[in-house]
């Protein structure tokens, strides 16, 4: 693939989000209106909703957890900006990514200015079983599913192979379990405010009260090598690897580059962006890597000009906690087999050298499949405008990434944004 | 909405489709390839499927209808053009035609020069209550559902306002239907390749041999005002208002304008494009007519600099007969209140002033959801070309239009192409 260049420029000027996590009482509409009106305390000059010109909405499968296709032109709707151009971006876990860099593309068309992203998935609502069948739609039917697997499966079976290639211990997913939680319980928005170790307390405290015997673990790692405390679901994934079920929606306000200032002293820029596809997991030369992330990590790099080295942080798609540490490599921050060693050594810390997933990640911020990545989008707003709170990373980062994977790679997005004030 | 200038032009270079019908051995997978093989038959110079960048892809809901989401990387993976970007967009059965409008979109940003567009659908795998429940997700679950209606009872009510507004007679219906299994009747790929006459002969013929008395329909009207010939569904529409379930796909090659000579010696250029969203049948001020289509339709002419005169033929989204009456009215070609009366004087059809669904449109030629609105493009290119066989208009049209609508009209996009050599 040749680079191509874009006619003109994209600007982030603000974005929003609902609190993730499990809401009987709320559907789509409900949590993509809370995004919406959270919005507006990011686009520090304000903004008139009439601007906006179209919505492109990351959603994964409305029809299935809630019997509402067409979603784009209601939630249009009911934030009021219809009748602006309305659509679904589906791309199983990717949707939200993908429907950033659609409407940066339309941006940069020409056609319209000021662009609205949202994504939204309502998933609570269906009982468990029920879940886990809809999820398993975005698996490939013919060459996937007859397996036998649902998704902890596939990420299972990548994560055998990864331990099996570069020699690495369970243990490292504990790390990148144990540091998201940390993060996660210092973002408000999150599904799981509870560090692992808040988790392991209460879990002792329960059997207390309950009189039944108190298990001994003395720290995380023992919680979480313990199938007590931390049930394996699907070999080598525990519980505690796994990304919840979730409800939620986040919202992005794209702008032409020029048009910026007019919303924000403050916008970030979108300096590279990049999407590949693939094949059915049995295609693949490796199971312990996501070749299309590389690849859409490599074409981002490419328009941005810069190198992994650059990234201050990073936003990956940690569905199951092997994935983070896939992503860490695949997008250059450690080499091919050292990516579990970095987890283990606190190097994606928020005080390492490169921080991942500092909102808490899809495993402790949650995981409503077609917000995730554009509330990956969020937290880098937070993160490079100061902002993150208790979680801020120090440094004044200027770049961030985010990087949303659908199925087991058959898509990967990955988008860069600058600061530049 | 003030109108924008892309910032660089889009062309045709060729379609492709499957035949549309109801295929119990098919699969999306299956239909796809069928297209994209048929489209090398188009593209007059040749390709190197290599070429292309990008696939977007319309399709309703291969989720509910084939337990297969994140379809847009699978069927890319099946025609080999992996790891390109791909993205599947869903805008209920205007699906189609805003994956179109994305492709081209994207094009004109500069960061795609050649793009491959689909559309497909795979509907008939289902029992048919589950069809009906599936496509009722496309409706608002919460204003529209609830009031006890499916698809054809909401053009239904659309049909009795337009009768009660303007004095139409139920006759005016029924020559749509004739006119569109008239020219389903002269497409190879239509699911419907019988005239209502020949249908209605073919019953008389049933009833002979069976025994039964034989019914004395004297012509199609005969027929189609018998309940026994044409029962009811939703009053006023009956069933030969209605279009098919269907299985299907088709396919369209964009690329940058000032490549589009290395793919064939004529190519169609999309000269106008617009799209428009609403919110659900109860908002509206009038269900005598589709807003977002006026929209639509008017973006695009003022984008093409044309008039609706100047359209030498459509393709317009007949998912029921009353739809395409009033679809001669927003798009212009008639004042509101006059389709009706076009249609029963035979404007519409092949040599009418103002040909409308040469293809059989959605009624005769079918109606796979996701694929509908690529299919409308397939008709035009033949017809500017005039390669459309015996039902190939005369006076070698040179401006053709696609009007795709999602749910009720909560989405409209319309496509205008140009062939000028």
Not at 162 to 174: C, I, N, R, V
Not at 242 to 248: A, L, M
Request: aromatic residues 8%; hydrophobic residues 40%.
């Amino acid at each position: 693939m040749t680079e191509k260049k874009w006619s003109r420029n994209v600007a982030l000027v603000g974005t929003g989000m609902s609190k993730f996590g499990a809401f009987s009482d709320k559907t789509s509409r409900d949590l993509f209106v809370e995004a919406f009106c959270d919005l507006k305390n990011y686009v520090d000059k304000g903004f008139d909703p009439k601007r906006i010109e179209a919505l492109y909405l990351g959603n994964f499968s409305s029809d299935q957890f809630e019997k509402q296709a067409h979603l784009a032109p209601i939630l249009a709707s009911w934030i009021g900006i219809s009748p602006v151009p309305t659509m679904r971006i589906e791309d199983a876990c990717a949707s939200g990514g993908v429907a950033l860099r659609q409407a940066a593309l339309a941006i940069a068309s020409g056609e319209y200015d000021v662009v609205l992203v949202g994504g939204v998935e309502k998933m609570t609502d269906l009982h468990i079983a029920q879940v886990t069948e809809a999820l398993g739609t975005a698996a490939d039917s013919q060459f996937e599913i007859p397996a036998g697997f649902t998704f902890p499966g596939f990420y299972a079976a990548m994560a055998t192979a990864y331990m099996a290639k570069y020699d690495a211990p369970k243990e490292a997913f504990y790390h990148v379990s144990i540091k998201n939680h940390k993060n996660g319980a210092l973002n408000d928005n999150a599904q799981y405010q509870l560090t692992i170790r808040q988790i392991m307390e209460s879990k002792k405290e329960r059997a207390a009260i309950k009189g039944r015997p108190v298990p001994e673990w003395e720290d995380e790692m023992e919680f979480l090598s313990d199938p007590k405390g931390n049930p394996n679901i699907a070999w080598p994934m525990a519980l505690f690897d796994c990304s919840p079920v979730s409800d939620g929606a986040a919202v992005a306000l794209l702008v032409a580059e020029d048009l910026a200032q007019e919303f924000t002293d403050k916008p970030l820029y979108l300096i590279g962006s990049g999407q590949a596809s693939d094949g059915a997991l049995p295609d693949r030369e490796t199971l312990a890597s996501i070749p299309a992330a590389k690849l859409a990590g490599a074409q981002a790099y490419r328009m941005a000009g810069i190198n992994p080295e650059d990234i201050d942080l990073a936003e990956v798609h940690d569905c199951f906690t092997i994935a983070e540490i896939m992503a860490s490599e695949d997008l250059g921050f450690f080499p091919h087999g050292e990516g579990w060693k970095a987890a283990m050594q606190g190097k994606t810390a928020r005080n390492g050298d490169r921080p991942i997933n500092t909102s808490g990640g899809l495993k402790a911020k949650g995981h409503p499949v077609g917000a995730s990545g554009v509330g990956q989008v969020v937290e880098i707003w937070k993160q490079l405008h100061g902002i993150a709170g208790e979680r801020q990373i120090e440094g004044e980062p200027r770049i961030g990434l985010t990087h949303n994977v659908g199925g087991s790679g058959q898509t990967c997005v990955v988008n860069i944004f600058e600061r530049r004030d």
